[in-house]
Every structure is written in structure tokens, then in C-alpha cells.
């Protein structure tokens, strides 16, 4: 019997009362007998709800849905511009050129092009000094060129591939504002032509090797970077998302094998078309470059001189953040989802344990560790609130039927082909799994499944926390390990929320869960984030057409989430056509940095200028309240 079999024979409802909300604390079980066949079960049971419009922890109202070109707050609070798209980080460097006539070599030296996940760092002792890595995901085309197409040059490649990857900027406050600190010697860009080391139990390996790196030990680049995390070592961790997307073949009839297939490459690209004028990108000329992609990278933000790491321990999916944590003894645990239709959610757990007190013994903490990939039970089938159990299975080369007769040769390939290895395991495919954060009030760990219009196709079936066939709104997964400890290879989940439109589709699955109604409703939950206080935090990425299954939803937004409650209310609104993402918060708590991203992807957008016939400029915003208190509070 499976671990996960066993905690599934308890009926936990027959033993405490649950009921829909949060997860009961560890000190309310005390007196609970949670015993089976001498293994503990997890505690994470459900608490009594508090009825909505109760929580204190919220101390904002929720503002209405919005459609106009402008960041919409409420009352009280007040926004600016940190940096935006094109900015020179430097003072001799060049400056944004709205026609698009910059240079590759320009774009270099300038804030990268739609900015997504980030985290602030500290300097040690300065209040008022910080540095911000910052992902810059890709670019968009009608806005980057001036012919406002596609590619038609390996200098328009080059200028995409400047656009993308990581910008570290320097943030000092004065009077109580924070800005751009422009010319700090810490203000660097690690775009898709910067050099990075390969580290990890695939560096080195066959299918790492290309005719460019024939040691394949070093890689050229890091692109498509959507979120983030950030390490108790003090350094910055970029995830490579949807790397695929970048690459084609000018061969029109060649085949891919199982495992360029299930990563998702065509012959055509993903309207990128890198292919046609970098033979990098060629899957006919250079197969094995795809494989020098889709990992996670490690940059330290205080070193300028530093080379960035790809650490291959944590496998290559299409990588959405990292959410770390520690386990009881010590040792560092990772959270990641990949964003895809039908994909999986793992964690890392590092083989040696965190030195707090030497950052520089951490440095190759990430190489070493063991891979896991969550297999979620069908749940109790309660249609406003379904809850479960999970388990854990390792992704190692010689367990669980992964080796040489399921098609993998060793530990690298394991990790190379993770998508693989995960569907030998029978892990459960989920409704795109993006941000993952964990509670700095309690450990319990958020997902947000952000839509999957697939489900309940063949291989998907409806059930769990995947309850929705063709899912359009999307929902936040929580879980709480057993133990209350991450290395525990069993944990109890619930859906803290299932977003819909009770405005549309009222009385049905589609309305979304209680503790969505017609004030607050939204669809495909995407960036997540915990502040000191325990509030958490939503961001969206969905259809902002405010029609149909839509309607009244408005343009994408940021919500703020009682975990106790559930309660959810709105916070901000973006501009025309935008995602927001990426959210970082000063120490104190009373600014919170903010991502728009492509604004005006398809037109109607001059954000965030709003000059005559002005070009949209992805870019972070400074939110504060006007009376500089708590935000959120």
C-alpha cells in the first residue's frame, strides 16, 4: 500500500469537523488521536469558516472591475513608475528609442522588455538601499522592430534575444519615494547572448553538447524568463518558461522524437521564427541546444562579475517560479510548476543543509538533491470545496520504473527529459500549475492552476483538484504537508478558491467557489505572493475582453486573499491589454513593486506616457499608501 493509499483509507471528516476554509494550525490536532499504522497523518484538515467581509487583515475596500488605459487603486493609495522598458541603465547609455530604432547592442544596456517575476534584496544595514532582479520574459514584435513584423535578419534575432533574460538594478529611497538608482555599478543585464555555466548532474552530458560547447559546460543565453525566486543565500533564481516557443527547423519534414514532441517543438516555431536566421535555433542543424534550455538559473545580484548557473538538478520543464523553503533539519526545499496544459508539479529537496551563517557554502547547494513530482488523490468530490491527499514520487534513475526499459540511460537524462520520467511515475496532470508561494504564517503551499481548456480530453480526466471540464477561469490549489515538515512525502490538499463569473454563469461550476461573487470574480490566477503580514497576494493573466464568460471581469488585476477566510478583494487594476506580474515588497512593507506587463499587446494602449501616438512600455510600478502606511493593511 502507497503512502498515499494510506492516508486515503482514513475518512479525516469522521474524525474532526471540517468545514470549508482555512487549514486548522497545528495546535488545535494536540488533542486528536491522527495515528495509522504508526505513521502520522497530516494535519492539514479544514478550518471553520468566518463569514465573508470579516477579515481584518484586509483593510482596503475592494474596488470595482476597470477598463480604461490606467492603473486603477483604491482609495488612498498612489502609484509611479520604477522603470519601464528601454530605460538606460546607465548614464552615457542610450536612450528608448519609440520607433525602434535602437540597436541589439543598445538593448543591451537598457531595462529588458516585458518584465515578469522579480525579488528585492537588501543591502545589509541600509534601510533605504536595495537591488532588484527583475525577469524580462520575451518582447513583442510590432512594438520592438520598425517594421513592426517578425524577424527578417539575425540582427533583428539578436535584438529579441537583448530584450529578454534578467535586469539587476540599484533602488534607493528618498523622502519617502522609491527610485532608479541610473549608473550604479550593480545595474547589469543577463540577456539571451550572456554566457552561463551549466552545473549539475547533466552539465557535461551527451545530449548537453553542441558544436558551439562541445564540453557542454557553458550555454549561450537565458530567454523566455517568467518568474522567480529567491534563495536564504541571498541570490536570485530565473526560470526558463516556454524556451520551445524559440525554436523551429528549416527542414519542413523533419520528425522529432518522444521527447521533442512532449516539450512541445514544431517545425514552424511559435510565432518567434528565431530558426530562419540563427542556425542556434535550428533544430536540424542543432538539436541538442534545445536541451541547454528550460532549466533554472542562478545569479548572485551583489557580484556584477558573477557568471550566472543553470542548476540542472532541478530538471527541465517549462518552469513557471521556485518557491523556497526549509525542511525541519535544515535542508532547502524548491517548489516548481510547469506551465503547460496537462503538466506537473515537483519539488527539489537539497541533499546537504542550508549553512545560514556562511551565504558562499550555499553556492552549489542546488546541485545535489533528489527531484520529486506530485500525484494528487480524486478528492471528496465536494463541488464548492474539494479536498485530498497527495504524495511525492521520486524522480530518480533506478526507482519507481525509471531506467534503461522505460528510456532512460542515467540520472541526467532523468532530469532532462523530467516531463518523461514524471508520466512513468503516473503523476497527475494538472490544469497548468504557475506560481507556487508558501505561507510565511503557517507553511501551507499555493498553487495557481490558471486555466486548461483540455481538461476532461483524453489523459486529463475531470476530478481532484482538476474538478472542471474545459477549466477557463482557473483555481488556487493549496496543500499542507504532513508533519507540518517539507520533506514529508505525503501532504492533505484543498482548493482555497475555484474562480469564475457568478455574473454569467450563476448556480453552476462555472460561478467559481463561495467565496467568489460579482465584486471580486476573475479568471486565470497566475502570479502569487505572501507579504509579512500574511496576506495573499493574486495577479492575473486572462482574457480581458469583458465579454461573454468574461463579462464584467475587466482588464487583468491584482486581488489580495484572507487565507484564514477566504475572503478576497480587489486591489488594482492594469491598463488596456496587459498581464500583471511580478510583485516584490520593500522590507517595511509599505511600497509594493508591480509588474505591467505588455500593455497594449494588441493595440489601444500608450501606457505608461500616454503621449500623442505613444509606444505601450511594460514596466514596474511603486504602490504606496498616500498616508505611508502597511500596504494591504
Not at 177 to 184: A, K, L, M, N, T
Request: net charge negative; glycine share 12%; proline share 5%.
Amino acid at each position: 500500500m502507497s503512502l498515499l493509499e494510506e492516508n486515503q483509507s482514513t475518512d479525516l471528516e469522521n474524525m474532526v469537523g471540517l468545514s470549508r476554509r482555512g487549514f486548522i494550525s497545528a495546535g488545535a490536532l494536540c488533542g486528536a488521536a491522527m495515528f495509522l499504522g504508526g505513521n502520522l497523518l497530516s494535519r492539514s484538515v479544514l478550518a471553520d469558516s468566518v463569514s465573508a467581509g470579516a477579515s481584518k487583515l484586509l483593510g482596503f475596500a475592494s474596488i470595482p472591475a476597470a477598463t480604461i488605459d490606467a492603473i486603477t487603486l483604491p482609495p488612498g493609495y498612489k502609484s509611479s513608475v520604477l522603470i519601464s522598458w528601454g530605460q538606460p541603465l546607465h548614464k552615457d547609455g542610450p536612450a528608448f528609442d519609440p520607433k525602434g530604432n535602437g540597436t541589439a547592442a543598445q538593448q543591451e544596456l537598457q531595462f529588458g522588455d516585458n518584465n515578469d517575476g522579480m525579488s528585492l534584496f537588501e543591502f545589509p544595514g541600509e534601510k533605504d538601499r536595495a537591488l532588484m532582479a527583475i525577469n524580462n520574459e520575451y518582447t513583442n514584435y510590432r512594438y520592438l522592430y520598425p517594421h513592426g513584423g517578425m524577424p527578417q535578419s539575425a540582427d533583428d534575432v539578436h535584438k529579441a534575444l537583448a530584450c529578454e533574460g534578467v535586469s539587476v538594478i540599484e533602488i534607493q529611497r528618498q523622502n519617502g519615494q522609491w527610485s532608479f538608482v541610473q549608473g550604479s555599478r550593480y545595474n547589469r543585464r543577463i540577456h539571451g547572448n550572456a554566457p552561463i555555466q551549466l552545473s549539475g548532474p547533466a552539465a557535461g552530458h551527451a545530449l548537453m553538447k553542441t558544436s558551439a560547447d562541445p564540453d557542454g559546460k557553458t550555454v549561450l543565453g537565458t530567454f523566455q524568463n517568467c518568474a522567480n525566486g529567491m534563495t536564504p543565500w541571498g541570490t536570485y533564481l530565473t526560470c526558463e518558461e516556454n524556451f520551445t516557443d524559440c525554436f523551429g527547423s528549416n527542414n519542413a519534414e523533419q520528425k522529432f522524437d518522444a521527447a521533442q514532441k512532449r516539450y512541445g517543438v514544431v517545425v514552424a516555431s511559435k510565432e518567434i521564427n528565431w530558426h530562419q536566421h540563427d542556425e542556434r535555433f535550428d533544430l536540424a542543424k542543432n538539436p541538442n541546444e534545445l536541451n541547454r534550455h528550460g532549466w533554472i538559473v542562478e545569479i548572485d545580484p551583489f557580484d556584477p562579475q558573477s557568471t550566472p548557473v543553470k542548476r540542472t538538478a532541478l530538471g527541465r520543464f517549462k518552469h513557471e517560479n521556485a518557491a523556497l523553503t526549509e525542511t525541519a533539519d535544515g535542508h532547502v526545499v524548491v517548489y516548481m510548476g510547469d506551465d503547460e496544459r496537462g503538466e506537473f508539479i515537483y519539488k527539489f529537496v537539497s541533499r546537504d543543509k542550508i549553512n545560514h551563517k556562511n551565504s558562499k557554502a550555499n553556492r552549489d547547494l542546488l546541485d545535489h538533491g533528489t527531484l520529486y513530482v506530485a500525484r494528487f488523490d480524486a478528492g471528496d468530490g465536494n463541488a464548492d470545496h474539494p479536498k485530498g491527499h497527495g504524495e511525492w514520487i521520486e524522480l530518480t534513475h533506478g526507482k519507481n520504473g525509471i531506467d534503461a526499459s522505460s528510456g532512460f540511460a542515467d540520472q541526467a537524462e532523468v532530469l532532462i527529459h523530467a516531463r518523461l520520467a514524471a508520466s512513468v511515475v503516473k503523476a497527475t496532470r494538472m490544469d497548468r500549475p504557475e506560481w507556487i508561494v508558501v505561507s510565511p504564517q503557517d507553511g501551507q503551499v499555493y498553487c495557481t492552476l490558471t486555466n486548461n481548456v483540455k481538461r476532461g480530453e483524453e489523459g486529463q480526466p475531470i476530478g481532484g483538484p482538476n474538478p472542471r471540464e474545459k477549466n477557463v477561469y482557473g483555481q488556487i490549489l493549496r496543500w499542507r504537508t504532513d508533519r507540518d515538515d517539507h520533506a514529508s512525502k505525503t501532504f492533505a490538499w484543498d482548493l482555497f478558491v475555484v474562480a469564475g463569473n457568478p455574473g454569467v454563469h450563476a448556480g453552476t461550476p462555472k460561478a467559481g467557489s463561495s467565496n467568489v461573487n460579482t465584486q471580486n470574480m476573475f479568471n486565470s490566477p497566475d502570479g502569487l505572493s505572501f507579504d509579512k503580514g500574511g496576506r495573499l497576494w493574486i495577479q492575473t493573466d486572462g482574457d480581458s475582453s469583458n465579454t461573454g464568460d468574461y463579462a464584467g471581469m475587466g482588464n487583468n488585476q491584482m486581488l489580495c486573499a484572507d487565507p484564514v477566510t477566504g475572503e478576497i478583494r480587489r486591489f488594482m487594476v492594469g491598463p488596456v491589454g496587459c498581464e500583471v506580474t511580478g510583485i516584490a515588497f520593500s522590507p517595511d512593507q509599505k511600497t509594493v513593486f508591480v509588474g505591467i506587463q505588455h500593455p497594449g499587446e494588441n493595440g489601444g494602449s500608450t501606457f505608461p506616457e500616454h503621449l500623442p501616438n505613444g509606444k505601450p512600455r511594460s514596466s514596474v510600478m511603486a504602490i504606496m499608501r498616500e498616508d505611508g502606511g502597511v500596504v494591504g493593511a
